[in-house]
């Protein structure tokens, strides 16, 4: 009989310890639950919310931009939108001609890729305020030559 006891209570002890260990896990995920549903959700979908609204959606906005493939000192747009925040601009330079993408106004500078050839490249200019920025390829010669264009944030 004292071993059926203290096998029931080692069973009842493990129930617990499971129990309290769900029930601890349960708590946290009702935490991160009533978190993604409840207020800290909406502190949490507010501020994602504002971080989408406020870049575009999904976190930021990525913008396309490329080089003439036919190496003529020129980029496909003059002109960029984006909504305030996280701001990436995808560079593809398809030609063998040397580009590279540069970013300034509004308080930010020094902002540019790497120089590349037949190649592609990411540039982040993190968290945009709404105003007008000028991109051109800093390459000599290219932003006088027309390789220049307009990135408006709102």
Request: charged residues 15%; neutral net charge.
């Amino acid at each position: 009989m004292g071993k059926q006891l203290l096998t029931l209570t080692a069973m009842l002890s493990a129930t617990a310890l499971i129990a309290a260990g769900c029930g601890g896990g349960n708590d946290n995920s009702s935490d991160n639950s009533s978190g993604s549903s409840g207020s800290s959700n909406a502190t949490s979908s507010t501020t994602s919310t504002t971080t989408s609204a406020a870049s575009g959606g999904g976190g930021g906005s990525n913008l396309a931009l490329a080089a003439d493939s036919g190496g003529a000192l020129k980029f496909d747009k003059t002109q960029l939108n984006a909504k305030a925040g996280n701001v990436t601009i995808d560079f593809n330079n398809p030609s063998q001609t040397p580009h590279a993408v540069e970013v300034e106004g509004n308080g930010l500078e020094d902002k540019k890729t790497n120089t590349i050839t037949g190649g592609s490249a990411k540039l982040s200019l993190g968290n945009l305020k709404p105003g007008k920025y000028e991109f051109y390829c800093p390459v000599p010669g290219h932003k006088q030559a027309g390789m220049k264009g307009t990135l408006t944030v709102s």
